[in-house]
């Protein structure tokens, strides 16, 4: 089993910027990948980012590209989102999520999943 701790959400202004943070435990072995995925009122979950677990390799959405960077310590078993350039848009529950082998961005592929953090952007 693994446990996934998120934290970072709030309310923040357009243009401005967030950093959240998931920490894993439990059965964190190597060859592991995490996520980020988020889901606004009334739609789906989607693929934000994600990263291997050597940061050796990294994913994004085209909707964040340029704007998020997904960073990761693997000595901590965490996964860092860092959001510049927020948008009312980028507004939802960010679900951060583990699974072992490489990173991919289908949700039903992540075994492991964060309670969420709300993110707000608005003025």
């Known amino acids: 089993q693994v446990q996934l701790i998120e934290s970072g959400g709030g309310l923040v202004q357009p243009g401005g910027s967030l950093r959240l943070s998931c920490a894993a435990s439990g059965r964190t072995l190597s060859l592991y990948a995490m996520g980020w995925f988020r889901q606004a009122s009334g739609n789906e979950r989607e693929f934000v980012a994600a990263?291997?677990?050597?940061?050796?390799?990294?994913l994004y959405a085209d909707s964040v590209k340029g704007r998020f960077t997904i960073s990761n310590d693997n000595a901590k078993a965490t996964v860092y989102l860092h959001m510049n350039s927020l948008k009312p848009e980028d507004t939802a529950v960010y679900y951060c999520?583990?699974?072992?082998?490489?990173?991919?961005?289908?949700?039903?592929?992540?075994?492991?999943w964060g309670q969420g953090t709300q993110v707000t952007v608005s003025s």
């Open positions: 999520a583990f699974k072992y082998g490489s990173p991919e961005t289908e949700r039903w592929r992540y075994e492991y």
């Open positions: 990263i291997r677990w050597n940061g050796g390799t990294t």
